[in-house]
C-alpha cells in the first residue's frame, strides 16, 4: 500500500482501518505515515494525524525516533493550529524521553495556561503534563496548582479532563504518602 497516497485519496474512517492495519507493528510504515503527516499539504496532514494517534496508543515506541521533528514542529510560532493539536494529540500516549522533558513541560505548560489557545490544545497539553508528572514528580503540584487555578473558568471540556486529572494526582499523592 502507498500510505501517501491512501491518504490522499480520503479521510474516512474505512481509510484509516486500512492505514493502521498495514501498519500493524511494523516501524517503516509507521515512519512513512509520518513523513506524509509533517510534509503536508494541509489535508494530508489532517488525514495522517489520526492513523498516527491510532497507531501511537498501540504502540507507543512508535513516535521514539519522531520525538526531535514534533518537538520542532511544536516549538515553531507559525505552526498550524491543527498541526498542534495533532502533534500533543499524539504525544499523550508517549513516553518522553529525559532529555525532551524539559522542553515538552515547558510547551505543555505554555499551550495549558494560555487561555487564548484552543480547548483541545490546552486538555491535550493537560493529559501530555500528567503522564509527565509520573516521570517527573515535582511536577504534579505544579499540574495541581495551574488546574485548581485554570477549572473556574474553564469550558465544560477543560473541566472534565481537568477533574480527572486532579482525582488522579490526589490518588497518586496519597498513595505515596501511604507507602
Not at 474516512?12 to 503536508?40: E, H, P, V, W, Y
Not at 489535508?43 to 497507531?55: D, K, L
Not at 507559525?78 to 498542534?84: R, V
Request: aromatic content about 8%; overall charge positive.
Amino acid at each position: 500500500m502507498n500510505i501517501a497516497a491512501e491518504i490522499a485519496r480520503t479521510g474516512s474512517k474505512a481509510s484509516t482501518d486500512r492505514i493502521t492495519g498495514f501498519i500493524g507493528k511494523n516501524q517503516n510504515r509507521f515512519n512513512s505515515l509520518m513523513k506524509a503527516l509533517f510534509l503536508g499539504p494541509y489535508r494530508m496532514t489532517q488525514r495522517a494525524a489520526n492513523p498516527a494517534f491510532i497507531c501511537v496508543q498501540h504502540y507507543p515506541t512508535f513516535i521514539d525516533p519522531w520525538m526531535k521533528p514534533i518537538i520542532r514542529e511544536l516549538c515553531s510560532p507559525e505552526i498550524p493550529l491543527s498541526m498542534k493539536r495533532n502533534l500533543l494529540r499524539i504525544l499523550q500516549f508517549a513516553t518522553i524521553p529525559p532529555r525532551y522533558q524539559g522542553v515538552v513541560i515547558d510547551l505543555a505548560m505554555g499551550y495549558l495556561q494560555d487561555t487564548k489557545e484552543t480547548i483541545a490544545v490546552r486538555v491535550y497539553a493537560m493529559t501530555v503534563l500528567e503522564h509527565l508528572s509520573r516521570q517527573v514528580p515535582e511536577l504534579k503540584n505544579e499540574l495541581k496548582v495551574i488546574l485548581e487555578d485554570h477549572l473556574p473558568y474553564g469550558s465544560a471540556g477543560f473541566r472534565s479532563r481537568g477533574m480527572k486529572i486532579l482525582n488522579r494526582l490526589k490518588a497518586l499523592h496519597s498513595k505515596t504518602k501511604s507507602t
